[in-house]
């Protein structure tokens, strides 16, 4: 049997994103979004998420490209001039690498978006990350720990579907998302090992690294049918400035039929 989770990130980021779940969950197949509790619309998504209690939500936890929930001077080697994290996932994973003061603010922050979610009063879904930082060793292992103490069921780990790499999209860009996946691969392997003494949950895979941002209604009907028995979860971004595609794909009637056809229950 196959079976599948459709997930939105960054909920609670904008009143786009918020409006777009909201439309996405009553109308079409997103059945779990990730909440960023640093996001400016964290208010009117929870009351969206509490006024449709069918919709599971997860914490989304944010370590690049946002606002912390902690002040700057709490954390400085982790925000720019602004306030803000730094932008490039990349520099925040080698910083927390190759710093361990890095590391005791990034542990500090992760606690303090942990109990933000929980302050919301919304049951506690799943775990996941912004730009997938929540992969990295440093940051998986607090996630765990957290997770575990609070009541969180599952923690995403991005193992991409096998198999279903579009070598025909964007040739330029090739071997850049292959190398991106090979790395995840390698992440997966660790985080999965981590996971054998832990209560928490993982699905099988995931579909959305490969396409990030272009989860279309064309590439899934073409992605869904290849993957293999298991729980898969496919997630997007419906709302996000750009993609129009990802939230035409969760309404597409086509892609309710083939669930139908298929037997493909939707977790």
């Known amino acids: ?40 619309a964290l208010d009117a998504a929870v009351d969206i998420a509490k006024a449709n209690p069918s919709l599971k939500v997860g914490l989304h936890l944010a370590l690049s ?66 730009h997938h930082l929540h992969m990295h ?20 780990v991005v193992r991409e579907a096998a198999g279903l ?4 999209r964007d040739g330029s860009l090739f071997a850049a998302k292959f190398v991106r996946h090979l790395t995840f691969l390698a992440l997966a392997a660790g985080c999965e090992r981590f996971l054998v003494s832990s209560r928490l949950e993982k699905l099988d895979g995931v579909l959305g690294l490969w396409e990030t941002g272009r989860m279309s209604e064309e590439y899934l009907l073409e992605a869904i049918p290849q993957l ?9 971004h419906v709302g996000a400035e ?12 086509s892609l309710k039929r083939l669930l139908e056809e298929r037997k493909i229950a939707c977790l």
């Open 65 to 130: 490209d946002a606002t912390p929930v902690l002040p700057r001077e709490q954390i400085p080697d982790l925000t720019d001039s602004d306030g803000r994290f730094f932008s490039d996932p990349a520099v925040m994973g080698m910083r927390m690498a190759f710093c361990w003061r890095t590391r005791a603010q990034a542990a500090m922050e992760i606690v303090a978006q942990f109990e933000r979610f929980i302050t919301t009063g919304l049951k506690p879904a799943h775990v996941d990350g912004h």
């Open 228 to 236: 293999p028995p298991g729980d898969w979860e496919i997630y997007n």
């Open 137 to 156: 060793p440093f940051v998986f292992r607090e996630c765990v720990q957290w997770s575990e103490r609070l009541g969180f069921a599952r923690i995403r």
């Open 165 to 168: 790499l579009p070598p025909r």
């Open 242 to 253: 750009g993609a129009g595609e990802e939230l035409k794909a969760m309404l597409s009637p």
């Open 1 to 40: 049997m196959t079976r599948i989770l459709f997930n939105c990130d960054d909920f609670g980021k904008t009143a786009e994103v918020n409006a777009a779940v909201l439309q996405a969950h009553r109308e079409g197949v997103l059945r779990s979004a990730s909440l960023m509790v640093t996001g400016g």
